[in-house]
């Protein structure tokens, strides 16, 4: 697990103090974290565009009984 200075752009693998050795910021990124939660994100909206199309897959059905219904 590596991290990345938000400041300088460090790269490092372990930071002892929390601190970038670089420039000393601590605004440091944990990239493995970053990599997964840009993942998470992709399906999340992955899976919202497609509950968005079932549910207007829905209201068209619902729609089409109610002119061709009674
Ligand atoms: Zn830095």
Known sequence: MGFQCAEC????KQSSQGACP????FKLALKSNLDSERENS???RR????ALVLLWLYL???????????
């Open 22 to 25: 670089a420039c000393g910021s």
């Open 47 to 50: 899976l919202k565009s497609i």
């Open 9 to 12: 752009g460090y790269k490092g």
């Open 60 to 70: 068209a059905f619902l729609i089409s009984q109610k002119i061709y219904g009674s």
């Open 42 to 44: 992709d399906k999340r």
